[in-house]
């Protein structure tokens, strides 16, 4: 007798879905806004060398963005990215059918999404990083949990290794006759030249200069993403990975333990470390001082505890009823994340470059934090509106589309009458 053909692989449907990760990721897009607004109105030379923003309530809104959710709710995506492997690689095995080539078109066209996002919309682009640091996740798909949590340890151990190295250094550089004095009097002249440029460009420019200006910083911002940030992002893809294989989010009661440690060491340790990481950048001055490499240290410790506080309260939360009918909203967000996460880009350059209202480089952080929360309050409504027409968000349905290699139904599915047939 013949065996059956696996069965063919196909998107995720609504009733698959697991609602916490939803709204994981519907909260976490809120904090990417607060975080990428200062680079949606700010020339990315300017920030290098620090907020040109001195009121007091911008510097209260940047201290707060910094200490609660920079570097945070990247984390997040980078840990969910990794669980949405292992569930692929899971709904895969069930089906016979072979993870690889289907994972490798899913990540060239986030590639593509994620390149045409970087140069005709804006800079600031985490899509080519997930996809370029997900084909070496491919190599971690048959590890066993325990190697995936060694190997996560690993990767956030050495760049700590790392800093301190280059503290080290740095320290016995400052003891030499005259070397504080002339770290303290750096020479700034090219970064405010570039810094001038590309507002003028931002701000100004046609929309063919901005494209030009994107590429040219697309070609140290990348390297930059892949070679400081990858080492924390492939550390959140593999302990994602890790939860995934271990079923954590489909059984949640079976780790509420674990869950109520993280929450609990989160914000004991990686909270204080946040604030006190905040409070350095309010004071910094030009002078080097130990406690410059407090910021890179905690970004690669105090940042995920805190980003695992985080995932940890929202998901013991919605295990109560009530809690969970009042995230709802946020989890259909979440299901959209990509057509969301592209629109805050198409809504915040058209407010800030000069083909929309040029207001490039005039928003600081308190009117950009006030910015933010009515931008992702009008997301919330729209997100859950569409939802009720459509099975994903336009984006989603284009990324299905270009992995699946044929077009995918998108409106929404209606329930049968009683009794009725298909």
């Not at 800030?352 to 207001?359: D, E, N, P």
Request: charged letters at 10%; one cysteine or more; hydrophobic letters at 55%.
């Amino acid at each position: 007798m013949a065996s059956a053909s696996p069965e063919a692989l196909r998107p995720t449907q609504a009733t698959e879905r697991i609602e916490t990760l939803d709204l994981l990721r519907g909260f976490a897009l809120f904090g990417i806004l607060l975080v990428n607004m200062a680079f949606f109105n700010t020339a990315l030379f300017t920030l290098i060398q620090g907020s040109p923003w001195t009121s007091l309530p911008d510097q209260l809104a940047s201290g707060a963005i910094r200490a609660f959710a920079e570097g945070k709710f990247y984390t997040i995506f980078s840990f969910l990215f990794g669980l949405g492997f292992a569930i692929i690689i899971e709904r895969a095995q069930v089906r016979g059918r072979p993870v690889v080539p289907l994972y490798t078109r899913r990540l060239g066209a986030l590639l593509l999404i994620g390149m045409a996002h970087a140069v005709l919309l804006w800079i600031g682009d985490i899509l080519v990083t997930y996809a370029l640091l997900g084909f070496a996740l491919l190599l971690f798909r048959n590890c066993r949990p325990r190697t995936l949590l060694i190997w996560a340890g690993v990767l956030l151990l050495l760049p700590v290794l790392f800093v301190l190295g280059l503290g080290l250094l740095a320290a016995a550089f400052m003891s030499a006759p005259g070397a504080a004095e002339a770290m303290s009097t750096p020479d700034n002249a090219f970064l405010d030249g570039l810094a001038a440029e590309a507002t003028r460009i931002y701000r100004q420019g046609t929309y063919a200069e901005i494209v030009r200006q994107r590429l040219r910083e697309l070609a140290w911002s990348l390297p930059f993403a892949l070679f400081v940030q990858g080492w924390g992002v492939m550390a959140m893809f593999l302990l994602g990975l890790w939860a995934g294989k271990r079923q954590v989010f489909r059984n949640v009661d079976a780790f509420r333990p674990l869950l109520r440690r993280l929450l609990v060491v989160g914000l004991l340790v990686g909270l204080p470390l946040n604030l006190l990481t905040a409070a350095t950048y309010a004071t910094a001055t030009q002078t080097f001082s130990p406690l410059t490499l407090l910021a890179p240290f905690n970004g690669y410790i105090g940042a995920p505890l805190l980003s695992f506080a985080y995932i940890a309260g929202i998901t013991l939360l919605a295990q109560h009823d009530v809690w969970r009918k009042r995230l709802a909203p946020l989890a259909s967000v979440g299901r959209m994340a990509l057509s969301n996460y592209l629109l805050q880009s198409i809504v915040c350059t058209t407010i800030f470059y000069s083909y929309g209202l040029g207001l490039f480089g005039q928003v600081g952080p308190a009117a950009g934090l006030l910015l933010s929360v009515a931008i992702y309050a009008l997301q919330v409504p729209l997100s859950v509106l569409w939802l009720r027409h459509f099975q994903y968000g336009p984006a989603e349905w284009l990324w299905r589309t270009m992995t699946y290699g044929r077009l995918q139904p998108i409106r929404a599915r209606r329930p049968l009458p009683a009794g009725g047939t298909t």
